[in-house]
């Protein structure tokens, strides 16, 4: 008797594991190079490998720290517009946007590396004078679709009506 209570617990807690969802980040940066003292912004990716959906919840402030080698290194702090909770379905992922400012005396090719929501480690190519017309974003911020009620109900109701077929 003793040891099917053990079995159960030790089935409960494998079946437990395996339906408990982990998300996974990754942080895209520009490709471009970026203005020494310049802002520009990168993209935390929420991917959920699990089939079912997951809440997460996103810190408004990210602290990181800039490195060009081992003795020059930077605090900063990727900023987002608010701390954010969202749901990421089974399978999928979701973008979200955050905003650092280079300290001046940055540059060259220099290490961004977070500990929170998760270690990490992303590379970018950092110049003085480069001017851009536009700010230097990552490449994925084209994902983001406008949140605005015309694009919702674009998306939602796209080729699935058209003006001479009957709805009836």
Not at 67 to 73: F, L
Not at 101 to 111: E, H, I, K, Y
Request: aromatic share 8%; with cysteine; hydrophobic share 50%.
């Amino acid at each position: 008797m003793n040891s099917n209570r053990w079995l159960t617990l030790v089935l409960g807690w494998v079946w437990l594991a395996l339906n408990c969802s982990a998300v996974v980040y990754t942080l895209a940066v520009p490709v471009d190079v970026v203005d020494e003292g310049a802002e520009f912004r990168l993209d935390l990716v929420v991917l959920n490998p699990a089939t079912i959906a997951t809440e997460v919840t996103l810190s408004a402030v990210l602290v990181g720290k800039l490195s060009a080698d081992a003795s020059r290194h930077w605090p900063v702090e990727l900023r987002a517009a608010g701390q954010q909770r969202v749901w990421v379905d089974g399978g999928g992922f979701s973008v979200h946007e955050y905003v650092v400012t280079l300290p001046v005396g940055a540059l060259g090719r220099l290490v961004l590396a977070i500990a929170h929501p998760v270690a990490g480690n992303v590379a970018l190519e950092v110049q003085a004078g480069v001017a851009a017309t536009t700010p230097v974003q990552a490449p994925l911020h084209n994902l983001r679709s406008p949140q605005t009620a015309e694009t919702v109900i674009q998306r939602t109701f796209a080729r699935r009506f058209s003006a001479h077929e009957g709805v009836f």
